[in-house]
């Protein structure tokens, strides 16, 4: 391929104190978070809405906030307030009200309690409110192209608009767009997928139906459920396999993934399965895409001919997003690991807490790996601190983590929360003026506890 060179003067210059890049269950939570502490916030998001997977990637319910004995509610803050907010709308149910969740899992009884079942469309709303009362400003369509760092500082992120290209410098950043991408082009190193093989979990194409006869679909659910032993997920594996071998099953997945919304007889179907992409490559989103809208029909399709109650099933709507479950991990100041998770290892630095298993979508066949850890573990502060880049912090999936240990903070209460400790610790960061590194952790614990977090030892 040929190289070019290209100079253009960039006149549009936005200047802010912090600047959210990406604006997802992650940046929405950093956003919110640094406003309300003070700092001048500006947010930008490559899509039409906040949410990014729980809106426009259709990914729901919440996964479980409790601790894995279902005890505890160990995300609260920030999270726990648009659950509230968004079930008040009408569009979500809390998760202290929700004992076992309605879907495909034979082991909901543990790490799927407790979850929060939303619709997106609600969720959307009641998150653009919450920002602008927090006195944040945010722009939808704006896409991260550069980033230009000066003397270990990333400077100005350019990005493209529809008016063209811009600049925007702040004091601080926080990377949220989930695949590292401003720290990626600021310099920070990463790695992709699992560190040794590259490989990295498949990605999924959400979907939504309705118009299902309810008794019956879920009397045929549960007469499965009762069927399956404890460490697998394959709900209508028989009609799966009869299916298969007519011809009309052609997915590397041997399980339907439903979970009923709020609303009685509406599903979010996790299904569809497209292995070895890289969702850093716009080929490879594009080839993920249109393969997942083939096998959304395939599933409907599918679902009217063999599923009792699925007679007259309707398709209401495909997720725009691609559902994206691992890319890029930041090097960062600490890796935090699976065996810290499973072992709960105690960290003066943690900031969040959380409770859901390692849950590996695997990229070569089509089962599921899920490991309970021991009731919960906690997230350092340090995770969230990219190497080469003094005045940016990063929330979400991307944090430095290895692979299996991203398979269970990358889900969106985590992210949440990750993201209320990152904007909190810029603002913190701004009034104190210092780097994001030199943050006074105890302020930024008492900080996030006195505004509903939970940090467990």
């Known amino acids: 391929m040929s190289e070019i060179q290209y100079t253009k003067t960039v006149k549009t210059v936005i200047e802010t104190d912090v600047l959210v890049i990406g604006g997802g269950t992650a940046g929405f939570g950093a956003a919110v978070a640094a406003a309300r502490n003070g700092a001048a916030t500006l947010l930008i998001e490559r899509l039409s809405m906040l949410g990014g997977m729980a809106t426009a990637g259709l990914v729901g319910p919440f996964m479980t906030c409790y601790d894995n004995d279902a005890e505890e509610q160990l995300v609260k803050g920030i999270f726990d307030e648009l659950c509230i907010r968004t079930e008040a709308r009408g569009g979500a149910i809390h998760p202290s009200k929700v004992e076992g969740m309605t879907s495909y899992s034979s082991y909901y009884m543990a790490s799927h309690r407790h979850v929060t079942p939303y619709q997106s469309e609600v969720l959307a709303v009641v998150m653009e409110e919450m920002l602008q009362e927090s006195g944040a400003q945010m722009l939808f369509n704006v896409q991260v192209t550069d980033c230009i760092t000066k003397d270990g500082k990333l400077d100005y992120v350019i990005v493209n608009m529809k008016e063209g290209i811009a600049a925007i410098r702040a004091k601080l950043f926080i990377d949220c767009t989930g695949d590292a991408d401003a720290a990626y082009f600021a310099g920070v190193p990463t790695w992709l997928g699992k560190k040794e093989t590259g490989v990295m979990q498949p990605v999924t194409l959400f979907f939504e139906v309705g118009n299902i006869d309810r008794d019956k679909y879920l009397s045929e659910l549960e007469a499965n459920k009762s069927n399956l032993d404890s460490h697998t997920a394959n709900c209508f594996a028989h009609y799966v396999e009869e299916a298969r071998r007519n011809g009309d099953w052609t997915l590397d997945r041997n399980e339907l993934g439903n979970y009923e919304q709020n609303i009685p007889g509406r599903w979010k179907i996790n299904t569809t399965r497209i ?25 409907v399709a599918f679902m009217k001919k063999y599923l009792p109650g699925c007679e007259e099933v309707q398709l209401i709507q495909v997720a725009t997003a691609l559902g994206v479950r691992e890319t890029r991990h930041i090097v960062g100041k600490y890796e935090l690991t699976a065996e810290d998770i499973l072992s709960r290892k105690h960290f003066d630095d943690a900031i969040c807490t959380f409770g859901y298993a390692i849950d590996i979508h695997n990229s070569t066949g089509g089962g599921v790996t899920f490991t309970c850890v021991d009731r919960y573990y906690t997230i350092p502060y340090r995770c969230l601190l990219p190497e080469n880049c003094d005045n940016m912090l990063v929330a979400g999936r991307s944090i430095c983590g290895s692979s299996e240990a991203a398979a269970s903070y990358r889900v969106m209460p985590a992210c949440i929360a990750m993201g209320q400790a990152a904007g909190t610790a810029a603002a913190i960061a701004l009034k104190s003026g210092v780097c994001p590194e030199n943050v006074d952790i105890v302020k930024l614990r008492n900080t996030l506890i006195e505004q509903g977090a939970v940090i467990k030892d």
């Open 275 to 299: 292995a070895y992409i890289d969702a850093t490559k716009t080929s490879d989103i594009t080839k993920a895409l249109i393969e997942g809208r083939r096998q959304v029909q395939e599933i």
